[in-house]
């Protein structure tokens, strides 16, 4: 993300995107096209290296700009903001100076819903504010009868404030969503995306983040349902920013669930961490972490790292892990990545049992556990409880948890 600021209304008049006239396609993160013109992103076939996990037939119903049009013009989808005091929503046209504000679209999904929506949620968290409670965005899937659609969400952090940001989805649809993120100098935000969907559902979304001086940024994306792919670009524009994202999913049979963290390092002293944890269970599951970091040439002092781990729970689900990070500059504080993929500790399981814990109970203690350390970081109860809640009602699916299994009494 080497341009956060971008005159939209001139790359869309113009064409204009920051990589020259000819799409194309590459293999770094911070070289790929970006445009507001849907003409210079075109639809992907499935072989091109940021696509090629993703089973595009299932996807291609967001590619097409003429049918989400139709289905967002249709009002299928549902927005409703629940925000405490202090809190400004408003809706506004897209052409308004708050909405494109953060980078441009990077690949299809995201041009098309860029050019499908003509209007756009702003949630804005005043300068100086510090909220009593999440503000809640629920996004209701009413079916896909009426085609794919898009929306856009833009959050404001203002200067020095603090804030939680929750946005639930649920129901069945077709979305393609652009989500915009902004971080005051100084401000603390918190943005929760949760995928909640019926298994019917495909969810493509585009979050684009930036992080102002001093500012710190707390990304969490939860997938439960449906079918997702979920790219948040994550970026500065500042000195001394912090980013910290976290990942929770559960893969269920036949389900595709992707998601594709960038950070780039563009300033100065700036922090960030990217830890995502998976579980897989049933015949043809299927994860997908690409994690990318790029640290530029101007960016001194750089300190980051990115970390996923996989647990296959049953046979016939795979998980692809690929971490990526690109380094120009040697003055940093520190760059790392990992990622592994494997099944049930049989040590851990050892131990437990020799305690006198049932096998099934003590599978959903090493889950749990593995769970653990991201829902402990998320610090939003409400949002704790409910993917606990979640976890606990997979392994009852997966057969781990039996409906009131407890240890045997000693």
Same mark, same amino acid.
């Given at each position: ?104 679209? *990077? @690949?299809?999904? $995201? #041009?098309?819903?860029?050019? +499908?929506? %003509? ?7 005043? &300068?100086? /504010? ?112 912090? *980013? @910290?994202?976290? $990942? #929770?999913?559960?893969?269920? +049979?036949? %389900? ?7 950070? &780039?390092? /563009? ?112 610090? *939003? ?8 809640? +979640? ?20």
């Amino acid at each position: 993300m080497p341009d956060l600021s971008t005159d939209h209304s001139r790359a869309r008049l113009e064409a204009d995107h920051s990589h020259g006239a000819a799409p194309r396609y590459v293999s770094s993160r911070a070289e790929r096209p970006t445009s507001f013109d849907p003409a210079d992103i075109p639809v992907p076939r499935g072989r091109e290296e940021e696509w090629r996990f993703t089973p595009v037939r299932r996807f291609a119903p967001l590619f097409d700009l003429e049918a989400v049009s139709a289905g967002t013009g249709a009002g299928a989808l549902s927005v409703s903001v629940d925000a405490p005091a202090g809190v400004e929503v408003e809706t506004v046209d897209r052409d308004g100076p708050r909405v494109g504000a953060v980078g441009a679209p *990077v @690949d299809r999904t $995201g #041009v098309v819903a860029w050019a +499908a929506v %003509q209007r756009a949620t702003v949630v804005t968290v005043p &300068a100086g /504010t510090r909220t009593e409670r999440a503000v809640r965005v629920g996004v209701l899937g009413g079916g896909q009868d009426e085609g794919p659609v898009a929306q856009h969400l833009v959050i404001l952090a203002g200067q020095g404030s603090v804030g939680t940001v929750v946005i639930d989805h649920t129901g069945d649809a077709a979305l393609t969503q652009t989500v915009e993120i902004s971080v005051a100098p100084g401000a603390e935000l918190t943005v929760v995306s949760i995928q909640g969907w019926d298994d019917e559902a495909v969810h493509a979304a585009n979050h684009r983040a930036e992080v102002a001086a001093g500012g710190a940024l707390k990304h969490v994306v939860v997938s439960l349902g449906g079918d997702v792919r979920i790219c948040p670009d994550l970026g500065f524009s500042g000195e001394g920013g912090r *980013v @910290d994202a976290y $990942g #929770v999913y559960f893969t269920d +049979a036949g %389900q595709h669930q992707e998601h594709r963290p960038y950070v &780039a390092h /563009t300033e100065p002293r700036c922090y960030s961490r990217v830890t995502y944890k998976g579980a897989l269970q049933g015949e043809r599951a299927h994860a997908v972490w690409v994690g990318d970091c790029l640290i530029d040439s101007g960016a001194r002092g750089t300190d980051t790292y990115e970390l996923n781990r996989n647990l296959v729970l049953t046979e016939g689900a795979k998980a692809d892990s690929v971490p990526n990070l690109e380094i120009k500059n040697g003055d940093i504080e520190g760059a790392g990545h990992a990622s592994a993929t494997g099944r049930f500790d049989d040590e851990q399981l050892f131990y437990l049992r020799s305690r006198g814990i049932p096998e099934a109970e003590a599978r959903r203690l090493v889950v749990l556990g593995f769970f653990n350390e991201i829902i402990a970081e998320i610090d *939003v109860p409400e949002v704790e409880e409910r993917l606990m809640s +979640a976890i606990e009602a997979e392994l009852e699916v997966a057969g781990l948890l039996r409906p009131g299994s407890a240890p045997d009494p000693a």
